[in-house]
């Protein structure tokens, strides 16, 4: 019996609840998990957890042992990744899950950057707007704009994200460039379904806060659709500047109101304090906040051009 291989397979189904999908996070099949976790249990000589058709629970012994045995995982993979960065370097996999909008457009160059600096680390990488316990999804880290889901899991801020308002030059000039806030419930508006504030959106001027209740003609959970929306002259919408910068820079579409702004939120990475690919996933959050520094690109540019102000409302 690998005892170690068995601790970590407890540990999994200890987290997911779920034999099912411990399985699936181990890549092996169902059986292999149920073997693995008799074994445990044959060896400790009590059961670990209750079974039943419709849910997994620890034991009073599982419960007793589930810290130490994930703090022992843990120590595990960080020692061997240390020991094959001594010899040359880390290895295994990392899997991460990321927002759509950050993922298009900016992070094939970062992966390709950290790939050729760690290039025996594989990332699984998943793309979705969803927001996701960590843990639960069986990742090592969510990158997302989004507050953790639990008070267990660690959220490391990395980078603004700024939202503004834009329209193509054409939209406007047929209908008209608002001047105020208010302006906007006079023209067909483009916005993001997902923000925790849903239909309030607050801006602020000048140390004035103006709050309205915004009605969408098109409400996605895409920030690309709404950017393209815009394109077609279709409305006005608002999207994350890291989505819209290209196309503002190049003059394809114009920021309405810039000086009325909002509240930007924050990306981050979230992912449990007791990772089992702790020292690989510290390589690669150290990674992303050298790339962008805490102002990146995109905003960079935008605010040296004059097109968005340098100032930051915190959300």
Same mark, same amino acid.
């Given at each position: 019996?690998?005892?170690?291989?068995?601790?970590?397979?407890?540990?999994?189904?200890?987290?997911?609840?779920?034999?099912?999908?411990?399985?699936?996070?181990?890549?092996?099949?169902?059986?292999?998990?149920?073997?693995?976790?008799?074994?445990?249990?044959?060896?400790?000589?009590?059961?670990?957890?209750?079974?039943?058709?419709?849910? =997994?629970?620890?034991?009073?012994?599982?419960?007793?042992?589930?810290?130490?045995?994930?703090?022992?995982?843990?120590?595990?993979?960080?020692?061997?990744?240390?020991?094959?960065?001594?010899?040359?370097?880390?290895?295994?996999?990392?899997? =991460?899950?990321?927002?759509?909008?950050?993922?298009?457009?900016?992070?094939?160059?970062?992966?390709?950057?950290?790939?050729?600096?760690?290039?025996?680390?594989?990332?699984?990488?998943?793309?979705?707007?969803?927001?996701?316990?960590? =843990?639960?999804?069986?990742?090592?880290?969510?990158?997302?704009?989004?507050?953790?889901?639990?008070?267990?899991?660690?959220?490391?801020?990395?980078?603004?994200?700024?939202?503004?308002?834009?329209?193509?030059?054409?939209?406007?000039?047929?209908?008209?460039?608002?001047?105020?806030?208010?302006?906007?419930?006079?023209?067909?508006?483009?916005?993001?379904?997902?923000?925790?504030?849903?239909?309030?959106?607050?801006?602020?001027?000048?140390?004035?806060?103006?709050?309205?209740?915004?009605?969408?003609?098109?409400?996605?959970?895409?920030?690309?659709?709404?950017?393209?929306?815009?394109?077609?002259?279709?409305?006005?919408?608002?999207?994350?500047?890291?989505?819209?910068?290209?196309?503002?820079?190049?003059?394809?579409?114009?920021?309405?109101?810039?000086?009325?702004?909002?509240?930007?939120?924050?990306?981050?990475? =979230?992912?449990?304090?007791?990772?089992?690919?702790?020292?690989?996933?510290?390589?690669?959050?150290?990674?992303?906040?050298?790339?962008?520094?805490?102002?990146?690109?995109?905003?960079?540019?935008?605010?040296?051009?004059?097109?968005?102000?340098?100032?930051?409302?915190?959300?």
């Amino acid at each position: 019996m690998d005892r170690l291989q068995n601790i970590e397979t407890f540990v999994r189904v200890a987290h997911t609840q779920n034999f099912t999908e411990a399985a699936r996070q181990l890549r092996v099949a169902r059986s292999v998990v149920t073997t693995r976790i008799k074994q445990l249990e044959e060896y400790v000589g009590a059961p670990l957890f209750h079974r039943s058709t419709r849910v =997994v629970r620890l034991t009073e012994m599982g419960q007793a042992f589930q810290r130490d045995c994930t703090e022992l995982v843990i120590r595990a993979s960080d020692l061997v990744d240390q020991m094959r960065d001594v010899r040359g370097s880390p290895t295994g996999t990392l899997s =991460v899950h990321a927002l759509t909008g950050l993922v298009l457009g900016h992070f094939a160059a970062l992966i390709h950057e950290f790939q050729e600096t760690y290039p025996d680390i594989r990332l699984d990488l998943n793309v979705s707007d969803a927001v996701v316990d960590p =843990v639960k999804a069986g990742v090592d880290c969510a990158l997302q704009i989004f507050p953790a889901m639990s008070t267990e899991l660690v959220s490391r801020p990395l980078f603004p994200v700024r939202r503004v308002f834009c329209a193509t030059p054409e939209y406007l000039a047929k209908h008209g460039t608002p001047k105020d806030p208010r302006d906007l419930h006079d023209h067909k508006l483009g916005l993001y379904s997902r923000y925790p504030t849903r239909d309030r959106w607050t801006f602020h001027y000048q140390g004035q806060e103006i709050t309205l209740y915004l009605n969408g003609k098109l409400l996605t959970n895409s920030v690309h659709l709404l950017r393209e929306y815009a394109m077609e002259h279709a409305g006005i919408v608002c999207v994350p500047t890291l989505v819209a910068a290209d196309a503002i820079k190049a003059g394809a579409l114009q920021v309405v109101l810039p000086e009325h702004l909002l509240s930007s939120f924050w990306l981050s990475a =979230v992912y449990a304090e007791t990772s089992r690919n702790a020292y690989k996933l510290r390589l690669f959050i150290e990674h992303i906040s050298a790339q962008f520094k805490r102002l990146p690109p995109w905003d960079a540019d935008l605010i040296e051009r004059g097109l968005i102000p340098d100032a930051l409302v915190a959300g």
